[in-house]
């Protein structure tokens, strides 16, 4: 009996938490993780270990499947190398074993509000306007999705681009819960931001009606409205913590040079980090925000999680 999904990137944060939330819907599928990384273990998965590189392999698993949910990616360090190879050419082997295949499934790809850069007048980002990152993740994400929208593949494929996601489980926002239970919050490059938050609860639920919309396609900013201000993250984890957070602020010039001495951390160690160089330009722009008007067309009355329960959640994981 054929899977009707087939999951890569399965063990990442997100991976792990689409496929649980599919456990509990009673969807059965593939799990394809990286060699040497550790396995998916949910009733009705079965756990494929292969790269992502076209041959008689992927193509299988993707014969035995109806929809693909492609999260996976890289987003840590500064290596050039890490994201073409992470964002641009996983696509490229994938979309080339689709076209090898006769009936190839539909396909569900992650990116990222990186890929559209900043909101530079302070405006809601939609999916039409101008794509303009800012760093080496945002540009080889957005290379990830030309390659898929200029595909012959694109009228049965649907590019999600998230805002931020936290939760349990994630390691970009943990140094943030770190530096929290310290009595610290720490302000890099812009006193202060406007962004928005999504909790990876609210986002497995919205990806799993997405795969089963086979009209779909295109790209379609997915996310909570909310905006959220460096302020309010602030002081939710300080009522998470249950203590007053001393705010302390990175200048730019500042910022910048944390960047680059974890770039050249990574250099010496090859393990990359959350922050590097891409980072700081990252935090130097004080507005990242999404129009999501086309998500409430597409799935109205979605509910989200409010920004301290989430909070709250994600630190007792920890």
């Known amino acids: 009996m054929a899977h009707r999904y087939l999951i890569s990137g399965a063990n990442g944060f997100i991976g792990r938490k689409l496929i649980e939330e599919a456990g509990c819907r009673g969807l059965r599928g593939t ?11 949910v009733d009705g ?30 987003m840590l360090g500064a290596s050039p190398e890490r994201f073409r190879d992470g964002n641009v050419r996983t696509v490229e082997e994938l979309l080339k074993a689709m076209s ?12 990222s ?12 980002l ?17 290379a990830g999705e030309r390659l898929i929208l200029n595909s012959s593949h694109s009228g049965r494929s649907l ?71 460096d302020a309010d993250l602030q002081n939710a984890l300080s009522k998470s913590y249950g203590r007053r957070l001393f705010s302390v602020f990175f200048p730019p010039a500042m910022t910048r040079l944390l960047g680059r001495i974890y770039d050249f951390l990574e250099a010496c ?7 590097s160089s891409g980072k700081a330009r990252e935090m130097s722009f004080p507005v990242w925000l999404q129009n999501f008007s086309k998500l409430n067309q597409v799935l109205p009355g979605l509910k989200w999680t409010p920004l301290f329960e989430g909070i709250e959640k994600t630190h007792l994981a920890i």
């Not at 394809?32 to 550790?38: A, V, Y």
């Not at 160690?269 to 922050?275: A, C, G, K, L, R």
Request: aromatic share 6%; hydrophobic share 45%; net charge negative.
């Open 126 to 142: 939609d999916e039409g306007n101008p794509c303009k990152p800012v760093c080496l993740y945002g540009r080889t994400k957005l």
């Open 159 to 229: 590019v999600v681009r998230f805002c931020s996601v936290y939760g349990p489980g994630d390691r970009c926002f943990l140094n943030l819960f770190k530096m929290a239970e310290r009595g610290i919050f720490l302000r890099l490059a812009t006193k202060e931001k406007r962004f928005q938050l999504m909790f990876v609860d609210d986002l497995v639920k919205i990806l799993w009606r997405l795969a089963d919309d086979a009209l779909l396609s295109g790209v379609l900013n997915v996310g909570d409205s909310t905006e959220i201000s």
């Open 113 to 124: 509000v990186a890929a559209m850069g900043p909101a530079l007048e302070g405006i809601p």
């Open 45 to 74: 998965w079965e756990t494929v270990a292969m790269p992502m590189v076209d041959g008689p392999e992927l193509r299988q698993v993707l014969e035995t499947s109806q929809v693909v949910i492609n999260l996976a990616g890289n």
């Open 269 to 275: 160690t090859s393990q990359p980090n959350v922050m």
């Open 31 to 41: 799990a394809l993780i990286l060699p040497g990384t550790s396995p998916v273990s």
């Open 100 to 111: 090898a295949i006769s009936d190839p499934p539909r396909l569900v790809h992650a990116s």
